[in-house]
Structure formats: structure tokens, C-alpha cells
């Protein structure tokens, strides 16, 4: 299974953080990415600035016939169009995509590193990822879902501020 993680935080010409994941679901869909499960939306303070506006997030199971240079390559394109600008690293974005884990595959190249490496720090990840996945396992460390949660920094794991 293919998992991807969408957020945004910054309003867009295609309105607000919701539209702008919509849409960006949307894009997805007109490039043959085929959404099996979408999780509920979940809205976090900004890390690692938390002075930027909280994002919005969900995360989807998807089929995807491709490769998974290919699906970057949508990605990208999609996060353009959507107007986000890469200015400051974990700056507010207008969309961000990010594959998780596509087929447990391993790979670390300069442009792509499978597994996503700072999902288990990622809270608005881990949560929604369980939702649609709960028996989902590291494809590295072989760990489950539930022991990556509990694993995390108390802080992020008790941060999220609500599911929407």
C-alpha cells in the first residue's frame, strides 16, 4: 500500500486550508492516484515554529501504477500549482505532499527517501495514519503503528489540538 500525507496552512487562491487539501486530493485524482481511505482531518500547531499558522493535515492509503519517482514528480507539479513557495524550510505552505511509505519500499536518494524519515516524529502523521492503518508497521524497524506513538516526545504525541 501507497500512504500520503497532505497539509496545508496558508489560504490559496482555492480558498482555505481545507480547500486547498481538496483540491490538492483532487489533482491527485486527475493523475490517476486512486484514493482508497482518507482520514479525518486533523489540525496541529506548526512545527517546528509554532508562531506560523497550525495546519491542517490528513492521510490517505492510495493506488498508484507508477513508480514512485513518477508520483514525486505529481506531487511537485501539484504543490506549484496549489502556490506553495519554498522560501524557508518549514515555512507556512499553501500545500504540502509528502509520501510516507509506498509499497514498504526503501529508498534514499537525494530526492526521495523511503520511508518518509521523520514520520515517527510526526504526530499529525502517526495519528492519522493509525485511523486508516491501525496495524500499520515501520518498513525499516518493523515496529507497529502503536508503539511509534507511544514512543514519541510527550509533548508532540499530546499536541494535537483537534480532529476536525
Not at 491527485?28 to 508562531?51: C, D, G, H, W
Not at 504540502?96 to 509506498?102: A, L
Not at 518498513?139 to 510527550?154: A, Q, S, W
Request: proline share 6%; charged share 25%; net charge positive.
Amino acid at each position: 500500500m501507497i500512504y500520503i500525507a497532505i497539509g496545508s496552512n496558508l489560504k490559496s487562491k482555492f480558498g482555505n486550508r481545507y480547500f486547498n487539501i481538496k483540491k490538492s486530493i483532487s489533482l491527485l485524482q486527475k493523475q490517476k492516484v486512486l484514493f482508497n481511505e482518507l482520514s479525518n482531518f486533523y489540525e496541529t500547531p506548526s512545527y517546528p515554529n509554532k508562531n506560523y499558522p497550525k495546519f491542517l493535515n490528513v492521510v490517505a492509503r492510495v493506488n498508484f501504477k507508477g513508480n514512485p519517482y513518477e508520483l514525486l514528480d505529481i506531487i511537485i507539479k501539484i504543490e506549484k500549482f496549489m502556490g506553495r513557495i519554498r522560501s524557508v524550510k518549514n515555512g507556512p505552505r499553501t500545500c504540502d505532499i509528502d509520501i510516507i511509505d509506498f509499497n514498504k519500499k526503501k529508498i534514499i536518494t537525494k530526492n526521495l527517501i523511503l520511508p518518509h524519515p521523520r514520520l515517527t516524529r510526526r504526530n499529525f502523521v502517526l495519528f492519522p495514519l493509525k485511523e486508516i492503518e491501525p496495524n500499520w508497521t515501520h518498513p525499516l524497524n518493523n515496529r507497529k503503528i502503536d508503539f511509534l506513538i507511544e514512543k514519541m516526545n510527550f509533548i508532540l504525541r499530546n499536541e494535537i489540538t483537534k480532529k476536525i
